[in-house]
């Protein structure tokens, strides 16, 4: 039930590469972006004039013989500063925030996009409940980055070397004292960074976990708290929680260490300038208005810095949350249409040939699922599919909508290999009724109409009434409005069966597939899905999987398999008569059924 996530990749450990992904999503907008960093240079420029005011105000203000309103329109000119600033600071929130709310928005429809794109075998070996997670948490970094993070970072280094520059102009040779310590501040910096950014990708790693747990519990209540696991799924649970503490704890304790360092050596240096400074207001070399200007912009300066240092925890945080959801936008889906698609027979028949087919699944290769299988369902013939677990009776749909590409032989409909044709149009040509009918959280008229979203009010009912669902839907509180619940929690099996044939009434295709259908059905259940599909496969070409042969007696042709080979093939009659897989089969079911 653990599933560990994929660890980090040691080569994106150390660099803040992945962000260039955040970077592409940004520039699509080039307004917004260019009005947030004109904001952000106008509240920088704002903030180093305030220094530059307090000394005019200092030194012009308060001098000998200044009179009031000289004193007034030093401070009105300090007041027009700080309206500067609350106006560019509002603008830069706004627009920055815009901008990160925007690129999750993109960064999410993307990878979804590829998502949709990927073949069933990619979330075989992924868990969609890993991915889901990378969805939520890690966006929610990236959207931090984007509309706090690198705002910060910005302004920050723009305040920092503005302000070097300003104490440059105010006194060359105490600011380069002061620069001799930037080396020392950085060196922390770049060398805890590394950990840190290792750190935090572990850290995103373990909270993704905690999700995929809390999803799977509850996705699974019944059966946890029916065998009485509460107390056991707590434990599974606290334990995650504990590892996630453990690691976000070595994450703070290395950032904590960089920023008692940065601060320990910036303002260090700052308070030996100010000393030095205040010799040379002693001396008459430096005005008191200077040195206080220096003071407040060497302050600013020092804040810039020491912010750097947690900012750049933070960046480094987010380039591992881009790099993780980069590895699924890379993602690239094993079957894609060809460059020039052969199109499909107009109108169709309805033949779908399997020719010497052999296959092995990719998480299983070892295994030969199918071996040298042969078989053409003729259009509008009814053929059955049994045999043991395994027998590879699945497999035979997987690769009829072509989910997977055999690696041996060829599968074609109505004469044209599925290699050759484009998957989407493939895939129109057959209509499915799994096992268990897979329902959204949506409307009833929404999970009928999945199948053919075009459908109207009258078709849906029509469908409704072939899959002899009409009454119950009827019933419902909102009629085809009702909310349906998650999978469809508001049926019973046998209504989500129904709809999910009255889905492929709908979609209108030459191929029927069914896979055991009525498997999990009550007696009453399984007469109203019987007849419904009994509507439902009349002129149509029918693959019926099924372990209980009692519902394909009726079927043109039974093949019986077994190793993924064809064992056997004929009637329900002749197949009983022959004393071979079907027949051994046959008579543990039905005397079963007699006993």
Not at 156 to 184: E, H, R, S
Not at 355 to 377: C, G
Request: charged share 20%; aromatic share 6%; with cysteine.
């Amino acid at each position: 039930m653990d599933e560990e996530l994929k660890p980090a990749e040691p080569a994106r450990a150390r660099t803040l590469g992945p962000l260039r992904m955040i970077w592409r999503e940004a520039i699509k907008y080039p307004g917004r972006l260019a009005a947030a960093s004109g904001a952000l240079l106008v509240t920088s420029g704002a903030t180093l004039a305030i220094p530059a005011g307090f000394r005019l105000i200092i030194d012009k203000g308060f001098a000998a013989g200044a009179n009031v309103d000289e004193l007034g329109r030093w401070f009105q000119y300090l007041l027009l500063i700080v309206l500067v600033l609350a106006i560019g600071t509002a603008c830069r929130f706004y627009f920055v925030s815009w901008l990160g709310e925007r690129v999750v928005a993109d960064i999410r429809l993307r990878v979804q996009g590829n998502l949709l794109r990927l073949p069933p075998s990619f979330f075989e070996s992924n868990s969609p409940k890993e991915i889901s997670s990378r969805m939520t948490s890690d966006t929610a970094i990236i959207e931090q980055v984007v509309g706090t993070t690198v705002s910060v970072a910005l302004r920050n280094t723009i305040t920092a070397i503005g302000g070097l520059i300003y104490l440059f102009y105010l006194a060359p040779k105490l600011t380069a004292i002061l620069l001799v310590g930037i080396p020392l501040v950085v060196l922390p910096i770049v060398v805890i960074g590394r950990r840190v950014r290792n750190v935090s990708r572990s850290s995103q790693d373990r909270v993704a976990g905690i999700g995929v747990i809390v999803a799977e519990v509850l996705g699974a209540m019944k059966i946890v708290q029916a065998f009485g696991q509460e107390q056991r799924e707590l434990g599974r649970f606290a334990e995650k929680v504990e590892a996630t503490f453990e690691t976000a704890l070595r994450r703070i304790s290395l950032r904590a260490g960089m920023t008692a360092i940065v601060i320990l050596l910036i303002f260090g240096g700052i308070t030996m300038l100010v000393w030095e400074g205040a010799l040379g207001v002693a001396q008459g070399t430096i005005s008191g208005g200077t040195i206080f200007a220096i003071v407040i912009t060497a302050g600013l300066v020092a804040g810039a810095a020491g912010s750097l240092s947690e900012v750049y925890g933070d960046l480094l945080r987010g380039a591992g949350a881009a790099g993780r959801l980069n590895e699924l936008l890379r993602e690239e889906p094993d079957i894609a249409p060809p460059a020039r698609p052969t199109a499909l027979p107009v109108p169709p028949r309805g033949q779908i040939a399997f020719q010497n087919v052999a296959f092995r699944y990719p998480s299983r290769p070892e295994v030969l699922a199918l071996d040298d299988f042969t078989l053409t369902v003729e259009p509008g013939e009814t053929v059955a599919i049994v045999g043991p677990s395994g027998a590879g009776k699945s497999t035979l749909f997987l690769l009829a909508q072509r989910f997977y590409d055999p690696h041996g032989g060829m599968v074609r409909i109505d004469g044209v290999p599925l290699t050759s044709a484009d998957p989407a149009e493939v895939r129109a040509r057959s209509a499915l009724v799994p096992q268990d009918a897979t329902l959204f959280a949506a409307s009833a008229r929404d999970n009928l109409r999945y199948g053919n979203w075009s459908a109207s009010d009258e078709e849906i009912w029509e469908a409704a009434r072939t899959a002899n669902a009409e009454t119950f839907l009827r019933d419902l509180p909102q009629g085809l409005d009702t909310f349906l619940g998650e999978d469809g929690a508001r049926l019973s099996g046998g209504q989500r069966q129904r709809i999910a044939i009255a889905r492929a009434v709908l979609r209108k295709s030459p191929i029927l597939l069914l896979d055991e259908a009525t498997s999990a059905l009550d007696a009453e259940s399984e007469r109203l899905v019987q007849e419904a599909l009994d509507r439902l496969m009349k002129d149509r070409t029918t693959l019926v999987i099924a372990h209980r042969l009692a519902t394909i007696r009726a079927a043109d042709r039974i093949i019986v398999m077994d190793g993924g080979r064809i064992v056997e093939q004929g009637t329900h009659t002749s197949l009983s008569a022959a004393d071979g897989l079907y027949a051994r089969l046959a008579k543990l079911q039905f005397e079963g059924i007699a006993a």
